[in-house]
């Protein structure tokens, strides 16, 4: 006995695939993202650590948060997102970004030293961290579907082209 699939089946199955390739792009990017973004963060606290011995801690916060933003976004950019260079517009969006960010760590960090003025430096990083990492994920929403969203233009080199087309062709 033959049985045959129900009308529009073949669809759905290629439309199941299709989102499922599409989930799993998704999902490597952000583990880039991620990968990335977390020794970028670790890097720009220990710097914050150091320079916070100086100068004051907003003010260290700032210096680390351009410095990674800027190396941030030309690491996503092109390893994150497979984008290619970001460009002038891609660094100032992206700097909208992180101003955000730095507002949001900022204010977390000041509520902190308002809630536990003796708070040592153990829980001002938590909190830091933790500030930090939903910013990331904020911020992972906004570069992907507005700055460097798949189909936006980018660097046009023949390398970041073969790279792109191994990457689809690898999802």
């Known amino acids: ?40 963060t670790l890097a720009a606290s220990a710097a914050l650590v150091l320079l916070s011995q100086c100068i004051p801690w907003t003010v260290a916060n700032a210096l680390t948060t351009v410095v990674s933003t800027v190396v941030a976004t030309e690491l996503h950019a092109r390893v994150s997102f497979r984008h290619g260079r970001p460009g002038l517009a891609g660094h100032l969006k992206s700097a909208a970004t992180m101003t955000l960010g730095w507002l949001v760590t900022s204010a977390a960090v000041g509520a902190l030293a308002a809630l536990r003025p003796d708070a040592g430096l153990v829980l001002q990083q938590t909190v830091y961290l933790s ?9 992972y929403v906004v570069l992907r579907l507005a700055v460097f969203a798949e189909g ?20």
């Open 1 to 40: 006995m033959t049985t045959t699939a129900p009308p529009g089946a073949a669809a759905r199955e290629g439309i199941t695939m299709n989102s499922l390739r599409l989930i799993r792009r998704h999902a490597v990017a952000f583990g880039r993202f991620a990968g990335l973004g977390s020794v970028l």
């Open 152 to 171: 936006t233009p980018r660097s046009g080199t023949d390398s970041d082209i073969r790279l792109r087309a191994a990457y689809d062709a690898a999802a």
């Open 131 to 139: 500030a930090t990492a939903l910013v990331g994920i904020g911020r």
